[in-house]
């Protein structure tokens, strides 16, 4: 675009214009006075002082003293002549800092500072390329004694310097008095330089070392380095506080799970993960990732989580939850996104049931060893609103495997994400062991170390195969229920014999008993068909599951002594463990309570 058109129009051109034109009328030649006439004093006296000629001469630099200029730079200052670089001169504040030096000596006995600071071995290089060379921020020790040492040692016969201009002399009382107050220590950066050392027709190749004082560069360095270590440290002690401290371990599953935040120079991020057992045997599993990082990222992700758990217990189907935490994420905060999966295992139908908002696909593997990926995301990324998401179904079976994690364990800059995720899956496929030593064998596989730029979350479960003893500790139990006034008969009947079968103790039996008895009769009198009863022990609990075709969910309520009816789901409260209800997917409701076993009992 031409701006030469439209610059008069701009604000304040035309009053800079004028100004310049002023300056110039100012600094014209006067005009001759007019006939008769005279200056007035009070002008002559106001008027500006003349710039001098621009064709006069320029100072030069040819009478410079270079000896008084480098006694008054404040940087450290060093002249050294020949392959043993001799010293031939040191200024006041290289004296003032290490003390005076004797000219003549070699530097490695005169100069034992450039030895403890490795800068022979450079200075060598500068001799032979006749190139300077840098090092920055090395840390210097002064000495305590350099600023009593005024007087510099006399060198001996022989051991002058070559540079007859620039002799070395002792400070002067005002550079010693200086010196008093100089900081005795702190960082500098060393330039070595090639130069010509001595007379004309003497001259020697040699290096002039200066030091430019970063102290403060560093120290403020160091305390933005400090105050980042403080508030990652702070982010990362959140992160860990919201994750879950010890994680639940539900009856038909082994799980385990790591979290490794970043690097040390990497703030933390959002990763966080959770098992939630729901009752009934059925166990939910979520993995998430906030975009984003620092204590916002970290506390957005809690708040997730807490919602999480709160919605699971309302027992919905996973896509149902994710709609929530779409919804909430948006009010948490508008400018940020998170990645979940949600996932429900339900040990009598030997399934995955999943819903994923843009998160990275599970994994699960076959007793075989075949390892299976989940289908596409089921949805976008919570926070982005405006999207209905769906379920999936996965195979999990007795002797299968699944894990669950975040990007940074398959991201690399490098390579596309879709090749970490196969390596995943390569490495999965031959991990062995427990689920805590698969989360450390994948960690380690996928080249995440304690230097990894990103933050990692590994969830793995397996769902054991089991045999022996182990076996008969898990059973299960079915009786289809037709309706009529049989049933309610035959369902306890049926209770009866597989608590005998299973040798409970007379009390549990009689109140599991009583407790299939009352969800029966619920379901009789306000469900519909299909009907059925199910009965499943595992080695730590007994659970009894009743389900129909209607879908209104059951609730507590107060029965009035002169009620009939209204007191079932208060009994299975009050002699339960716990009980709970919930929708099946293909339509139709499960009311189910449980009771903890005895200690030592199996």
């Known amino acids: 675009m031409n701006f030469t058109r439209w610059s008069a129009r701009l604000p304040g051109t035309q009053r800079r214009a004028a100004a310049r034109a002023d300056r110039k009328d100012r600094t014209a030649a006067p005009a001759p006075p007019a006939a008769g006439g005279s200056v007035p004093a009070a002008r002559a006296e106001a008027g500006p002082p003349a710039d001098p ?72 290089q500068v001799l032979r390329s ?95 380095r400090a105050s980042e270590r403080r508030q990652r440290e702070a982010a990362v002690t959140l992160q860990r506080s919201l994750l879950p401290q010890e994680l639940e371990q539900p009856d038909d599953l082994r799980v385990a799970a790591t979290y490794q935040p970043g690097g040390k120079d990497t703030a933390v991020g959002g990763d966080w993960y959770d098992v939630i057992t729901l009752g009934a045997g059925r166990t939910a599993l979520v993995i998430g990732d906030v975009m984003g990082r620092g204590v916002r990222a970290a506390a957005v992700m809690g708040q997730l989580r807490t919602a999480v758990r709160a919605y699971a217990r309302l027992d919905l189907p996973p896509h149902e939850v994710l709609q929530l935490l779409d919804g909430l994420a948006g009010e948490i905060d508008a400018t940020q ?99 805590q030593v698969m989360c450390d064998r994948l960690i380690r596989a996928l080249g995440v170390t304690a230097d990894h730029d990103d933050d990692v979350a590994v969830l793995v479960l397996q769902h054991p195969a089991r045999t022996g003893h182990d076996a008969e500790l ?72 009743v389900t129909d075709g209607d879908d209104h969910l059951p609730r507590r309520r107060r029965a009035e002594p002169a009620d009939e009816a209204g007191r079932g789901i208060s009994i299975i409260a009050t002699i339960a463990s716990s009980w709970g209800s919930r929708r099946t997917p293909g339509g139709g409701k499960a009311v189910w309570c449980e009771f903890a076993l005895p200690a030592g009992h199996g």
């Open 53 to 124: 000629a621009p064709d006069g001469p320029v100072p030069t630099l040819d009478g410079l003293s270079v000896h008084d200029t480098l006694d008054k730079v404040p940087a450290l200052v060093a002249v050294v002549y020949g392959p043993e670089h001799r010293v031939a001169y040191v200024n006041d504040a290289y004296a003032a800092l290490f003390g005076p030096r004797a000219p003549g000596a070699s530097a490695r006995e005169a100069l034992p500072e450039l030895t403890e600071l490795g800068l022979l071995p450079l200075m060598d």
């Open 130 to 224: 006749r190139r300077p060379r840098t090092v920055k921020s090395r840390r210097v020790t002064a000495d305590i004694n350099a600023a009593m040492n005024i007087a510099a040692p006399r060198s001996a016969p022989g051991d002058s310097a070559p540079v007859a201009d620039v002799p070395h002399q002792a400070p002067s009382p005002a550079a010693a008095a200086d010196a008093e107050s100089r900081p005795r220590s702190g960082y500098y950066t060393f330039t070595c330089s090639p130069i010509e050392v001595g007379a004309t027709e003497a001259k020697q190749p040699g290096v002039l070392v200066f030091a430019a004082d970063v102290t403060d560069q560093v120290e403020a360095a160091e305390r933005l």
């Open 474 to 545: 898990f059973h299960n139990a079915a009786l289809e229920l037709l309706g009529g006034i049989e049933a309610a008969p035959r369902a306890r009947a049926f209770a009866s014999g597989v608590l005998v079968s299973w040798r409970f103790p007379t009390e549990l039996r009689d109140l599991g008993v009583l407790a299939a008895s009352e969800l029966v009769a619920n379901s009789l009198q306000h469900g519909t068909p299909p009907m059925r009863l199910r009965l499943r022990r595992t080695d730590r609990r007994l659970i009894i599951e």
């Open 337 to 435: 996104i998170a990645t979940c999966i949600y996932a429900v295992h339900d040990p009598n139908e030997g399934r995955l049931v999943y819903a994923s908002a843009g998160h990275l696909p599970i994994l699960v593997r076959d007793p075989d060893g075949t390892v299976r990926r989940a289908a596409e995301p089921t949805g976008p990324p919570l926070g982005t609103g405006g999207w209905m998401h769906t379920s999936g179904t996965m195979p999990l079976g007795p002797g299968s495997s699944a894990v669950l994690y975040t990007d940074g364990l398959v991201e690399r800059r490098t390579e596309d994400i879709d090749e970490g995720v196969a390596a995943l899956e390569r490495a999965f496929a031959g991990a062995t062991g427990s689920p």
